[in-house]
């Protein structure tokens, strides 16, 4: 029943599924931080996927600028077959592993060889219209992360009950 539950979200492998069918769906993406950043790593994004009936599955997403300091979309492939508990998904700049219990989805993600442009984050986070508090608490979750080098790893969630309708 987990590997039905994996997969289920995506409500990609239906018989009516078709190759050019695409989806987006709302996901939650958490950098791993120390507690006092906590509450500053989390962003919410839409992750768009694509799959056929061979379960050849695609997903893309695209990080913001208040991370990056500029926007930087990622696009991953591979097979998610619904037999299996968890499936890897990969590209030429990340690559995921995903695994699901009965209501929520989980991938954890590692993104190579990522520049972060701290000035470029500040500038992006001053044009926002969050509370000076989040400007300061994202900015210094975007310093951590750039201090972590190059590999940024980050955690992906989202509900099954937020699988689209055919």
């Known amino acids: 029943m987990i590997a039905l539950a994996l997969l289920a979200p995506l409500a990609l492998f239906s018989p009516a599924a078709k190759a050019e069918f695409r989806e987006t769906v709302p996901v ?4 791993p931080a120390p507690a006092s ?17 061979a379960y050849a599955t695609q997903v893309r997403y695209t990080l913001p600028a208040t991370l990056l300091g500029h926007e930087r979309t990622f696009t991953l492939s591979g097979k998610a077959d619904p037999l299996e508990a968890s499936y890897e998904l990969s590209g030429p700049d990340a690559s ?17 060889c990522i520049a972060i442009d701290l000035p470029a984050v500040k500038a992006a986070l001053e044009a ?12 210094q979750l ?7 080098g190059g590999d940024l790893v980050g955690v992906f969630t989202y509900s099954r009950t937020n699988q689209p309708s055919n």
């Open 37 to 53: 950043l906590k509450a500053f790593a989390q962003v919410s994004l839409p992750y768009q996927i694509q799959s056929d009936n």
């Open 142 to 148: 975007a310093s951590f992360a750039a201090r972590l």
């Open 28 to 31: 939650t993406y958490e950098i």
């Open 96 to 112: 995921m592993t995903c695994t699901a219990d009965h209501s929520l989805v989980t991938c954890r993600v590692t993104h190579n």
């Open 128 to 139: 926002t219209d969050l509370p000076p508090a989040q400007k300061e608490g994202r900015f």
